[in-house]
């Protein structure tokens, strides 16, 4: 067992720091402040290679490994979780399942430009009445010749009005309930394809989040990523990578907590000394250090899983629930070490907090996380 990174993958990860710092932060907080999408910002990401870092070379990516992402993540999480989440679904959901599933005519055409980062992704599965149970949808794709149209409605899409492509979760047969789901590519401008009100949102708020319409919308039948009833499959699949990518982003988030702390407690003063001469306060900072450590850990492994082509959706599930919970609690201890300057937008730690709290919550709530584990711990020999 190995815990060294190779010399590539602290190239990677002092790119993605500098990056982070000179590009990124600058704007963080007027970003938040207004939900103003990174435009500028993403588009570097991709000239960099950011935005397909796993898709091989041949298709436009960078060729890395989880492990790189990972670290990539955790460095732009840790500055801004709405740059981080936009980066992860281009990535994790979009990126990946194209190469993985897609044809050579969606590699060709669609793959190459979103990891060049020419083009941006997103990730169509949750619906008004089908968020945790993904086997309830109601969009609908019927068979028309060499079209499908779709009809339905996504909700809390993200990248949802910025992306050039969307990958799509409908049912082409409802009498086979999730063996009757398929995956379509929509383009933007697609006739018939349309978008709600932005969410005004509590946290990242920076990344676009809003809900899709399809109405009569004709897609190509070459634009099916797999085959047709493949689609449930596909999302599952594609949500294990995805996971990886959420606890990377709320690891960047825990990290920015305790480091706040840490540089608070040295400067703050009471009674006559700075307050992390304070047990209370050292206490507290040594939890967060193990939580984080922890955390970072069980990423590393599931992403040290996907990368040697083993199992690793009970790890993915495991690092995913650990990370945002521990996120969570670190963005809190951070507000109560900085007192009163915690609940107030000077200091960062509010938004670490308002931040921290969806990684509980999308690609995956933290309870479907528990049933994911337990179920892969029952079906054990």
């Known amino acids: 067992m190995n815990f060294e990174f190779t010399e590539d993958h602290l190239m990677i990860k002092e790119s993605a720091m500098d990056f982070a710092q000179n590009e990124i932060a600058p704007s963080a907080v007027q970003r938040d402040k207004n939900a103003e999408f990174p435009y500028e910002i993403v588009k570097k990401m991709g000239e960099l290679g950011f935005m397909g870092m796993m898709v091989s070379p041949e298709y436009g990516g960078a060729g890395l490994d989880t492990i790189s992402y990972i670290l990539a993540m955790i460095e732009f999480s840790k500055v801004d979780a709405s740059v981080g989440v936009i980066m992860s679904v281009n990535n994790s959901l979009v990126c990946y399942g194209l190469e993985k599933y897609g044809s050579d005519f969606i590699k060709q055409n669609y793959l190459v430009p979103l990891a060049k980062g ?7 599965l949750s619906e008004p009445e089908a968020g945790s149970d ?12 060499d079209f499908y149209v779709l009809n339905g409605i996504k909700n809390w899409i993200t990248n949802g009005t910025t992306a050039d492509y969307t990958l799509v979760i409908a049912s082409t047969d409802k009498e086979k309930a999730h063996k009757g789901i398929s995956t379509f590519l929509v383009e933007k401008g697609t ?3 349309g978008y709600g009100v932005k969410e005004d949102k509590l946290g990242i708020r920076s990344s676009d989040t809003c809900s899709l319409t399809f109405e009569s919308c004709r897609v190509p039948a070459a634009n099916m990523v797999w085959d047709e009833g493949r689609g449930f499959n596909f999302a599952m699949n594609t949500l294990n990578g995805g996971r990886i990518g959420i606890a990377a982003q709320a690891i960047g988030v825990a990290e920015a907590s305790l480091d706040a702390s840490i540089k608070y407690a040295k400067e703050r003063k009471a009674f006559g000394q700075t307050i992390s001469n304070f047990q209370a306060i050292q206490f507290k900072l040594s939890d967060m250090a193990v ?3 922890a955390a970072k850990l069980l990423t590393f492994k599931a992403a040290a899983l996907k990368d040697a082509d083993k199992p690793y959706y009970k790890e993915a599930a495991m690092a995913k629930l650990y990370a945002s919970k521990i996120s969570v609690e670190c963005a809190l201890e951070a507000i109560q070490i900085h007192g009163g300057y915690g609940y107030v937008r000077e200091y960062l730690v509010e938004r670490y907090l308002r931040d921290s709290k969806i990684t509980e919550i999308y ?7 528990k049933m994911v584990i337990a179920r892969a711990l029952l079906d054990q020999k």
């Open 134 to 145: 993904a086997t309830k949808q109601k969009t609908t794709a019927d068979k028309d010749g």
């Open 363 to 369: 690609e995956g709530t933290s309870e479907i996380q």
């Open 191 to 193: 006739k018939g394809f």
């Open 118 to 124: 020419e083009k941006l992704g997103a990730f169509a």
């Open 291 to 293: 939580k984080v450590d």
